[in-house]
């Protein structure tokens, strides 16, 4: 690896209910916090030239805001969990291909282990690869990629 290599640019972004993991259906999400996952990433960051970015919003709108705002800064990447919105919601999926950068899409839990209505996801065909069923580990082996595919 160069010295002089660019400094990475990932967003984190997380969809609606999100805000609510630690008290949201433990049984499913765990125990932990949107907080306690930006405090992973951050640390995994830590010493690395990677710079994070978090969000978090239940409103479709917002998150297509904020891909576009990443997009016109240049991220390298993304980490998005689009929550409920990744079985409906065509707009994101949208704003998702109509953009530059490499998505990896992310859910907590395992999709395919849930309501049949869960198990289909409309982004996952704008990403670059899904994550699902790992936990918050999901989330730092989407960065481990990203940076990883940055460094090529």
């Not at 984190?12 to 008290?23: A, I, S």
């Not at 990433?41 to 969000?55: S, V």
């Not at 990896?104 to 994550?131: C, D, L, P």
């Amino acid at each position: 690896m160069s010295e002089n290599k660019k400094t990475l640019k990932v967003g984190v972004l997380n969809g609606p209910n999100l805000n609510f993991l630690g008290k949201r259906e433990p049984d499913i999400y765990g125990s932990l916090t949107l907080d306690d996952l930006q405090k992973q990433l951050e640390e995994q960051a830590k010493n690395k030239k990677i710079t994070l970015e978090f969000a978090q919003s239940n409103i479709e709108g917002e998150l297509i805001n904020i891909i576009q705002r990443w997009a016109n800064e240049n991220f390298d990447g993304v980490i998005f969990n689009p929550g409920g919105y990744t079985h409906t919601s065509i707009a994101l999926r949208d704003a998702m291909s109509s953009v530059k950068m490499p998505f990896v899409e992310v859910h907590i839990s395992n999709i395919y282990k849930r309501e049949e209505f869960r198990q289909h996801s409309v982004t996952a065909g704008a990403s670059v690869g899904v994550i699902s069923g790992l936990g918050f580990f999901g989330y730092s082996a989407a960065l481990q990629y990203l940076e990883e595919k940055n460094e090529k």
